[in-house]
């Protein structure tokens, strides 16, 4: 992946993922309810880039979960927040998210080569195949006729139908799911967008070697976030490419350990049980499961990726630990308060990471 604005091909990369979905991705009563306003993002994202952080990214979301806290039933639209955030920064990577079943390659390669031209070529392209049902049933857009596999044929041939939209003067292309008769998508992004992906299915990390600059992963463990570092550099390596590997982490910092973990507590006591549940059927469980799921330990639930949980001292530890134990190139933040704590990481943590980031 290009590292411009000076940043090192081999250091290790910060960002945030904004909370473009009310409550941000803490499902509690008793955290902090980020508002899914441009306002807010915009505010995080100028912290992020003064405290050294390399990129901003958003999700893309069609649809929120209920529950007493509405968790995400407000969201905000993926590339235009993007664009208006590459107005308000400099330096900091803006990288947008992109459904493959809801946006033609046609209407994206244009979408993203104006954001490249507004940001400067900063810009970024999460490719997303299309895979929590409702949110696409309820446009009329949910292909039942495809499983798992064919969808990620469909987005192999969507990104292929990209990159030549992106090189190529006329694309005509007569494919199993897509037809372009002399489509033009002028003028050409220089240099093209980054291409992030994530999914730690075969499938998944096949198309990320292949097509993608970044890849986004999850394990149960270390050792399994390890492997799949290992494999999807491997695959692209193999393609005559290279990929670097990030994946994510939520951060609940105080000012010493057991304060965080008082913190850490308060959040889970408002565990939005009914939210989480339907988050998880989202997923394809039925109700059952998901009930029983959420039953065992709904406090720990609150949280939508790995956390950590500490004074600074301890966080800046742990994270490094995260990131050379498994290898990574970088890491993704989340934060229950994207103002405070925010800054709080930046002021506390980055000067023990990359003192050379630091306060820019």
Same mark, same amino acid.
């Given at each position: 992946? &290009? &590292?411009?604005?000076?940043?090192?091909?081999?250091?290790?990369?910060?960002?945030?993922?904004?909370?473009? /979905?009310?409550?941000?991705?803490?499902?509690?009563?008793?955290?902090?309810?980020?508002? $899914?306003?441009?306002?807010?993002?915009?505010? #995080?994202?100028?912290?992020?880039?003064?405290?050294?952080?390399?990129?901003?990214?958003?999700?893309?979301?069609?649809? =929120?979960?209920? =529950?007493?806290? &509405?968790?995400?039933?407000?969201?905000?639209?993926?590339?235009?927040?993007?664009?208006?955030?590459? *107005?308000?920064?400099?330096?900091?990577? !803006?990288?947008?998210?992109?459904?493959?079943?809801?946006?033609?390659?046609?209407? $994206?390669?244009?979408?993203?080569?104006?954001?490249?031209?507004?940001?400067?070529?900063?810009?970024?392209?999460?490719?997303?195949?299309?895979?929590?049902?409702?949110?696409?049933? +309820?446009?009329?857009?949910?292909?039942?006729?495809?499983?798992?596999?064919?969808?990620?044929?469909?987005?192999?041939?969507?990104?292929?139908?990209?990159?030549?939209?992106?090189? *190529?003067?006329? !694309?005509?292309?007569?494919? *199993?799911?897509?037809?372009?008769?002399?489509?033009?998508?002028?003028?050409?992004?220089?240099?093209?967008?980054?291409?992030?992906?994530?999914?730690?299915?075969?499938?998944?990390?096949?198309?990320?070697?292949?097509?993608?600059?970044?890849?986004?992963?999850?394990?149960?463990?270390?050792?399994?976030?390890?492997?799949?570092?290992?494999?999807?550099?491997?695959?692209?390596?193999? +393609?005559?490419?290279?990929?670097?590997?990030?994946?994510?982490?939520? !951060?609940?910092?105080?000012?010493?350990?057991?304060?965080?973990?008082?913190?850490?507590?308060?959040? /889970?006591?408002?565990?939005?049980?009914?939210?989480?549940?339907?988050?998880?059927?989202?997923?394809?469980?039925?109700? *059952?499961?998901?009930?029983?799921?959420?039953?065992?330990?709904?406090?720990?639930?609150?949280? +939508?990726?790995?956390?950590?949980?500490?004074?600074?001292?301890?966080? $800046? #530890?742990?994270?490094?630990?995260?990131?050379?134990?498994?290898?990574?190139?970088?890491?993704?933040?989340?934060?229950?308060?994207?103002?405070?704590?925010?800054?709080?990481? =930046?002021?506390?943590?980055?000067?023990?990471?990359?003192?050379?980031? &630091?306060?820019?």
């Amino acid at each position: 992946m &290009a &590292a411009p604005y000076g940043t090192p091909a081999d250091a290790t990369e910060y960002g945030i993922f904004l909370p473009i /979905g009310s409550g941000g991705w803490i499902v509690s009563e008793t955290a902090p309810h980020p508002e $899914a306003t441009y306002e807010y993002n915009r505010e #995080a994202a100028v912290l992020a880039e003064a405290h050294g952080f390399d990129f901003v990214m958003s999700m893309g979301k069609w649809r =929120g979960y209920g =529950g007493t806290t &509405a968790h995400w039933e407000h969201t905000l639209e993926s590339m235009t927040m993007m664009a208006g955030l590459a *107005e308000a920064t400099e330096r900091v990577k !803006v990288w947008a998210t992109v459904h493959t079943n809801l946006f033609h390659p046609a209407l $994206a390669a244009k979408m993203f080569t104006t954001l490249q031209e507004i940001s400067g070529g900063r810009a970024g392209m999460n490719i997303v195949v299309g895979a929590y049902a409702r949110e696409f049933e +309820q446009m009329g857009l949910w292909r039942q006729d495809l499983d798992h596999a064919d969808r990620y044929r469909y987005t192999e041939e969507w990104a292929t139908a990209l990159r030549r939209l992106w090189t *190529e003067d006329s !694309v005509t292309m007569d494919g *199993e799911f897509l037809q372009l008769d002399d489509c033009r998508s002028l003028p050409h992004p220089a240099p093209p967008p980054t291409l992030i992906g994530a999914g730690r299915s075969p499938a998944g990390l096949g198309f990320q070697a292949r097509h993608c600059d970044g890849s986004f992963l999850t394990a149960q463990d270390l050792p399994g976030l390890r492997e799949a570092s290992r494999r999807v550099k491997e695959g692209a390596e193999q +393609q005559g490419r290279s990929i670097r590997t990030y994946s994510m982490l939520t !951060v609940v910092m105080d000012e010493t350990d057991a304060a965080a973990q008082a913190r850490r507590a308060e959040f /889970g006591r408002g565990a939005d049980v009914e939210a989480i549940v339907n988050m998880k059927r989202s997923w394809g469980l039925p109700l *059952e499961k998901a009930l029983s799921l959420t039953a065992d330990c709904p406090a720990d639930e609150v949280f +939508q990726t790995p956390f950590v949980t500490g004074s600074p001292e301890t966080v $800046a #530890a742990r994270v490094r630990e995260l990131v050379e134990e498994a290898e990574l190139d970088g890491l993704m933040l989340i934060f229950p308060d994207y103002h405070a704590d925010l800054r709080a990481f =930046g002021e506390r943590v980055m000067p023990l990471l990359q003192p050379e980031k &630091a306060l820019r």
